[in-house]
């Protein structure tokens, strides 16, 4: 069990207003009550201009300004943006997409991770930041959303080269390499590892285990890249390092990230999330058009406080319309309130508003801030002032293990996405809806990696979807006390994306064998007796273990024991409910049927209850109004 206290903070470009103004705004920020401003992120330009010209004085200045009015400052690292002279000197740099063609200059994130040239580049600039300002930032961020705008995977010459060498590494032998991905098949062995290609333009679906091994590939080059700034930053400063994650940006493992890092913080845009990837059907999205997914949030702060290893704040809150959704309304009055508010009932130290100003210029200006263009205060202004006085009365933060946990994996991720088997089936929704599932009924989860050791005091462990089981995970499911639910396609694929034998799950104690499994169209949803049905992807299964919920013609679709079972189908919201309801009573965990858009969250001595329904409701005895939070102490 941690404890903290709960602070505010915003984003702030100084290079973007005129000096004149800095010292009202330092003012500004800390009457409000914040305590954090993030800058330099995107300033590379600014600071060094010229190829080794550098101009920190600016920089020197601002931080000064900022911290004389007592606010402490995270410093970005700005290789997020390699400024136009960059591109002069390393023409070759640029990302290139699936389809060949190189991702130009003229807006953000337009790098190669495995360009030997721009690393070092990238290399030069963070280690004259972390020397000059080591003892000064107070947090260090490095670069800015790795992945945002499908910038994880690149298709270039230097990604080539890599990749080649990455399999040379992990492999040592091409021979290993074609009995490992089947390149019997279609006669697609290779003599040696230079003949190998990237996964891409070929004439059909290219081999999925050479598509896992780049897409794991790809992983590591992010991990890399990252590592190399973090270890550059902390020979000179002791101040804590974050990365700034993004919603639903699954292409790298954030958990390898993580390691090198001493917080996980993320971009939460509700609006803007529940228009472009949260999965909604267009009822949801009309439903809360202004509030955003009453899971969404709330899956990634347990996510990324998993991958900052107890540790998460939230870099960038939405403040009000974004810019980049396909439609951008403004939130419900009260609703930047709960969602900091949220973020804080899940264990996030710091929420940071994005951004101190709108900007009245280049491609956010339509990005509303808690200040308007001309200064004004914008609708969040208040709110965050709310919160800031709210948070300055409550108590310091206790955290404490869930009774429930759910395992997520990027590999299993990244194997769904290499052989889905249907349209529209992924594993980040499964996960998502098995999620959604146990918060309606009123619990606390913890989302936790996909290894042994992080299954432990758990009462209740789910793995749905996880395609590629560790065997030392596997065995841990298989003897823990809790009650685990795995599957459908647990242990699906081997590490090379190949079918194991024996078939899955193959997990001891559990008499289940998958026969064969099946894609289900719309319309095509399979009823289940006890009421619900299974939708868009089917195990069909086998052996002699006790059937615990069937369809209606009698086929099994939940087999196991009292503790131990294996769910062999996508389950609609009805039945996935009920089944999780089921195993937490087993259990002995409690659960609380919530209505239509409540939610609650508990911490070691709060529990929070969150209305993200448009108008108010009442809920075991407590009135909520729309968009609203109810705390009270345990």
């Given at each position: 069990?941690?404890?903290?206290?709960?602070?505010?903070?915003?984003?702030?470009?100084?290079?973007?207003?005129?000096?004149?103004?800095?010292?009202?705004?330092?003012?500004?920020?800390?009457?409000?009550?914040?305590?954090w401003v993030r800058i330099g992120e995107f300033a590379w330009s600014r600071l060094e201009p010229v190829e080794g010209g550098y101009h920190f004085e600016w920089l020197d200045d601002a931080i000064a300004v900022l911290q004389g009015a007592g606010l402490k400052v995270v410093l970005g690292t700005p290789t997020a943006t390699?400024?136009?002279?960059?591109?002069?000197?390393?023409?070759?740099?640029?990302?290139?997409?699936?389809?060949?063609?190189?991702?130009?200059?003229?807006?953000?994130?337009?790098?190669?991770?495995?360009?030997?040239?721009?690393?070092?580049?990238?290399?030069?600039?963070?280690?004259?930041?972390?020397?000059?300002?080591?003892?000064?930032?107070?947090?260090?961020?490095?670069?800015?959303?790795?992945?945002?705008?499908?910038?994880?995977?690149?298709?270039?010459?230097?990604?080539?080269?890599?990749?080649?060498?990455?399999?040379?590494?992990?492999?040592?032998?091409?021979?290993?390499?074609?009995?490992?991905?089947?390149?019997?098949?279609?006669?697609?062995?290779?003599?040696?590892?230079?003949?190998?290609?990237?996964?891409?333009?070929?004439?059909?679906?290219?081999?999925?285990?050479?598509?896992?091994?780049?897409?794991?590939?790809?992983?590591?080059?992010?991990?890399?890249?990252?590592?190399?700034?973090?270890?550059?930053?902390?020979?000179?400063?002791?101040?804590?390092?974050?990365?700034?994650?993004?919603?639903?940006?699954?292409?790298?493992?954030?958990?390898?990230?993580?390691?090198?890092?001493?917080?996980?913080?993320?971009?939460?845009?509700?609006?803007?999330?529940?228009?472009?990837?949260?999965?909604?059907?267009?009822?949801?999205?009309?439903?809360?058009?202004?509030?955003?997914?009453?899971?969404?949030?709330?899956?990634?702060?347990?996510?990324?406080?998993?991958?900052?290893?107890?540790?998460?704040?939230?870099?960038?809150?939405?403040?009000?319309?974004?810019?980049?959704?396909?439609?951008?309304?403004?939130?419900?009055?009260?609703?930047?309130?709960?969602?900091?508010?949220?973020?804080?009932?899940?264990?996030?130290?710091?929420?940071?508003?994005?951004?101190?100003?709108?900007?009245?210029?280049?491609?956010?200006?339509?990005?509303?801030?808690?200040?308007?263009?001309?200064?004004?205060?914008?609708?969040?202004?208040?709110?965050?002032?709310?919160?800031?006085?709210?948070?300055?009365?409550?108590?310091?933060?206790?955290?404490?293990?869930?009774?429930?946990?759910?395992?997520?994996?990027?590999?299993?991720?990244?194997?769904?996405?290499?052989?889905?088997?249907?349209?529209?089936?992924?594993?980040?929704?499964?996960?998502?809806?098995?999620?959604?599932?146990?918060?309606?009924?009123?619990?606390?989860?913890?989302?936790?990696?996909?290894?042994?050791?992080?299954?432990?005091?758990?009462?209740?462990?789910?793995?749905?979807?996880?395609?590629?089981?560790?065997?030392?995970?596997?065995?841990?499911?298989?003897?823990?006390?809790?009650?685990?639910?795995?599957?459908?396609?647990?242990?699906?694929?081997?590490?090379?994306?190949?079918?194991?034998?024996?078939?899955?799950?193959?997990?001891?104690?559990?008499?289940?064998?998958?026969?064969?499994?099946?894609?289900?169209?719309?319309?095509?949803?399979?009823?289940?007796?006890?009421?619900?049905?299974?939708?868009?992807?089917?195990?069909?299964?086998?052996?002699?273990?006790?059937?615990?919920?069937?369809?209606?013609?009698?086929?099994?679709?939940?087999?196991?024991?009292?503790?131990?079972?294996?769910?062999?189908?996508?389950?609609?919201?009805?039945?996935?409910?009920?089944?999780?309801?089921?195993?937490?009573?087993?259990?002995?965990?409690?659960?609380?049927?919530?209505?239509?858009?409540?939610?609650?969250?508990?911490?070691?001595?709060?529990?929070?209850?969150?209305?993200?329904?448009?108008?108010?409701?009442?809920?075991?005895?407590?009135?909520?109004?729309?968009?609203?939070?109810?705390?009270?102490?345990?």
């Amino acid at each position: 069990m941690t404890s903290f206290r709960r602070t505010l903070g915003t984003c702030y470009y100084p290079e973007h207003w005129p000096r004149a103004i800095w010292e009202e705004d330092a003012r500004r920020m800390a009457d409000l009550g914040l305590t954090w401003v993030r800058i330099g992120e995107f300033a590379w330009s600014r600071l060094e201009p010229v190829e080794g010209g550098y101009h920190f004085e600016w920089l020197d200045d601002a931080i000064a300004v900022l911290q004389g009015a007592g606010l402490k400052v995270v410093l970005g690292t700005p290789t997020a943006t390699p400024p136009r002279w960059m591109l002069d000197k390393l023409p070759d740099m640029l990302a290139v997409d699936a389809e060949g063609r190189p991702r130009k200059f003229g807006s953000r994130r337009h790098y190669c991770f495995s360009h030997e040239g721009y690393k070092a580049e990238c290399a030069r600039i963070v280690g004259a930041l972390a020397e000059r300002y080591g003892g000064m930032a107070d947090a260090w961020q490095t670069d800015n959303e790795y992945g945002c705008h499908d910038t994880t995977l690149s298709y270039s010459k230097a990604a080539e080269a890599a990749f080649r060498t990455w399999l040379a590494r992990r492999y040592n032998d091409v021979s290993v390499l074609n009995k490992a991905w089947g390149n019997v098949f279609w006669s697609m062995d290779y003599a040696a590892f230079d003949q190998i290609d990237l996964p891409n333009l070929t004439v059909t679906e290219p081999n999925p285990a050479h598509v896992l091994a780049f897409l794991r590939f790809s992983s590591d080059q992010v991990v890399a890249f990252n590592r190399l700034q973090a270890e550059i930053i902390r020979a000179h400063s002791d101040a804590p390092i974050t990365h700034n994650y993004m919603g639903k940006v699954t292409e790298f493992d954030h958990f390898d990230v993580g390691e090198d890092l001493d917080i996980a913080s993320w971009d939460s845009y509700p609006l803007g999330f529940l228009e472009d990837r949260a999965g909604a059907d267009e009822a949801h999205q009309l439903a809360y058009a202004r509030q955003g997914d009453p899971d969404f949030q709330a899956f990634h702060h347990d996510l990324y406080r998993a991958v900052g290893k107890g540790r998460l704040w939230i870099m960038e809150q939405q403040p009000g319309p974004v810019n980049w959704a396909p439609y951008n309304p403004e939130p419900l009055p009260g609703m930047v309130r709960l969602w900091s508010w949220e973020a804080f009932a899940h264990g996030a130290e710091a929420v940071c508003y994005f951004r101190w100003r709108q900007a009245p210029m280049a491609q956010e200006q339509m990005h509303a801030g808690l200040l308007r263009p001309d200064s004004v205060e914008a609708p969040a202004f208040a709110e965050a002032r709310q919160v800031a006085a709210e948070i300055a009365e409550a108590p310091t933060v206790e955290t404490r293990q869930a009774k429930v946990a759910l395992i997520y994996d990027y590999a299993s991720e990244w194997a769904w996405t290499v052989q889905p088997h249907g349209r529209g089936l992924g594993y980040f929704r499964l996960v998502l809806d098995t999620y959604r599932a146990l918060r309606c009924l009123g619990l606390s989860v913890d989302i936790v990696p996909p290894e042994a050791r992080a299954i432990e005091g758990y009462k209740v462990v789910l793995a749905p979807g996880l395609m590629i089981a560790d065997p030392a995970l596997t065995q841990a499911l298989s003897t823990t006390d809790a009650h685990v639910v795995l599957g459908p396609r647990f242990g699906a694929r081997t590490a090379d994306m190949c079918t194991p034998v024996p078939l899955p799950p193959a997990v001891p104690g559990l008499d289940v064998t998958v026969a064969r499994v099946e894609s289900l169209r719309p319309g095509l949803d399979l009823p289940l007796q006890k009421g619900g049905a299974v939708t868009g992807y089917r195990d069909v299964l086998e052996g002699g273990a006790a059937v615990l919920e069937a369809t209606a013609d009698g086929a099994p679709v939940l087999m196991g024991t009292d503790r131990l079972s294996y769910l062999g189908g996508w389950l609609d919201g009805e039945a996935m409910t009920r089944v999780v309801g089921e195993v937490c009573a087993k259990a002995g965990v409690e659960t609380v049927p919530l209505p239509e858009g409540v939610r609650v969250r508990e911490t070691a001595s709060e529990r929070f209850w969150f209305n993200y329904g448009a108008s108010p409701i009442t809920a075991h005895g407590r009135t909520l109004p729309a968009a609203g939070v109810f705390r009270e102490t345990l």
